[in-house]
């Protein structure tokens, strides 16, 4: 039966006071993004004012802020390099790279034409990467804040009119980088023409000329080193295998409902995963190499494949249609967390059963062990037991002297 937990600012205040429960994390704004250091021990969170949070997961007591509020921007997004010594925070045209140490600011990342859309570090914590709506991806020197390679999305695909980069990852153990597009463009033609760009369906027609849709669904790989292209790829949205030998792609913006994955060294596609009857838009590897997710949000399905035979294993319901709808691995890839709006599912990997549900407003963030998870509920966010989805009640006192070591 499914248990719908509740969070903790729910909770008899009397009760929590006994039992000396630590206040939630919070935010002045709905928060937009969560995510735990390699080891644990740091969380940093975001809110659409700016303002980004560093917390230590042992206390549960913030360490220190970091940003300058500014007017709510639902992308305003942070992440916390792999050694936890940086974070890097983007919003709307700029970014900014915080030390994480001491709280102050060690560079910005400007010089982009519109929105940045995603910002990651490599495994190595060396680079860091952003994409923008501009169509450009840009890599920067963590550690002097030097800007090394301008990646121009459109340019190099040589179409023109396309769509910003929205994500930009790096594969092939940091040697090379990855960027996709996901843009719908809408465009005019005479209705008697027979010519169009890519995938289109025709919606409309307006003073004489047929409106019609293009999709520009693409992904780029690059060398990190050169900055020059290696393989050019279809689909979005894009993940890459944790051993840096595969990609796979959705098709959230092409007129198909299948997910393919693709060889890394040769660009060339492996295998086509068929069967979901809405356009897949989620898919991603487990951390083991072994398994594979994908979800429509078009029929709120997810389904789980054997990555090495294209199998599907099972099927699971993650919930009415919804546009916010995701899905994601564990780090142990021992579950799978499925968002629909306003409450998150985590389910067992071997047997596809449902093991809890929480209310929450964003996906829930798994820790790399998985004994924690964070879950996001408007302004706040709180520490939750990884097997049960039950609130973690921390004493008082225990948040002093905290300290980045």
């Not at 994480?100 to 940045?116: I, M, S, V």
């Not at 570090?121 to 501009?134: E, G, H, R, Y």
């Not at 030097?146 to 153990?173: R, Y």
């Not at 071997?350 to 408007?378: D, E, M, Q, W």
Request: some cysteine.
């Amino acid at each position: 039966m499914l248990n719908l937990l509740c969070l903790p600012l729910l909770i008899d205040t009397a009760s929590a006071q006994s039992r000396e429960l630590i206040t939630p994390m919070r935010h002045s704004t709905e928060i937009t993004s969560a995510q735990f250091s390699s080891n644990d021990e740091l969380l940093v969170t975001a809110s659409m004012d700016g303002i980004a949070k560093l917390w230590d997961t042992k206390s549960g007591g913030m360490i220190r802020a970091f940003g300058i509020k500014q007017n709510s921007n639902l992308n305003f997004i942070a992440t916390i390099s792999t050694d936890g010594e940086l974070i890097a925070t983007i919003n709307g045209r700029g970014g900014r790279v915080w030390n994480t140490k001491f709280g102050d600011l060690a560079f910005q990342l400007l010089g982009y034409g519109d929105t940045l859309k995603a910002v990651h570090f490599s495994t190595n914590s060396k680079w860091i990467i952003t994409a923008s709506l501009d169509g450009i991806a840009k890599l920067w020197d963590a550690n002097s804040g030097k800007h090394h390679h301008l990646l121009d999305h459109n340019k190099s695909l040589q179409k023109e009119d396309l769509g910003g980069v929205t994500e930009a990852k790096f594969c092939n153990q940091d040697k090379w980088l990855i960027t996709g597009s996901n843009k719908l463009i809408e465009a005019y033609m005479l209705p008697d023409s027979t010519k169009s760009s890519g995938k289109s369906k025709t919606s409309d027609t307006t003073g004489g000329l047929k409106k019609f849709s293009r999709y520009d669904s693409s992904a780029i790989m690059w060398d990190l080193k050169s900055g020059k292209i290696v393989h050019s790829i279809v689909g979005y949205p894009i993940d890459v295998s944790y051993d840096g030998k595969f990609i796979i792609t959705g098709s959230e913006t092409m007129k198909d409902s299948s997910a393919r994955v693709w060889d890394v060294i040769t660009g060339k596609l492996i295998r086509t995963l068929k069967g979901h009857k809405g356009r897949v838009t989620s898919c991603e590897f487990s951390h083991d190499e072994k398994k594979v997710i994908t979800l429509s949000r078009e029929e709120g399905i997810c389904r789980m494949w054997d990555a090495s035979t294209g199998r599907v294993i099972f099927e699971i319901k993650a919930g009415q249609p919804n546009n916010k709808m995701t899905a994601h691995f564990s780090q142990d890839s021992k579950w799978i967390a499925t968002f629909a709006g306003d409450s998150s599912k985590t389910w067992d990997t071997a047997s596809g059963k449902l093991l809890y549900a929480v209310a929450c407003t964003r996906p829930i963030i798994f820790s790399n062990h998985r004994k924690t998870i964070v879950v996001v509920n408007g302004k706040q966010a709180v520490f939750c037991e990884g097997l049960t989805g039950k609130p973690i009640i921390f004493e008082r006192g225990s948040a002093k002297n905290i300290k980045v070591r």
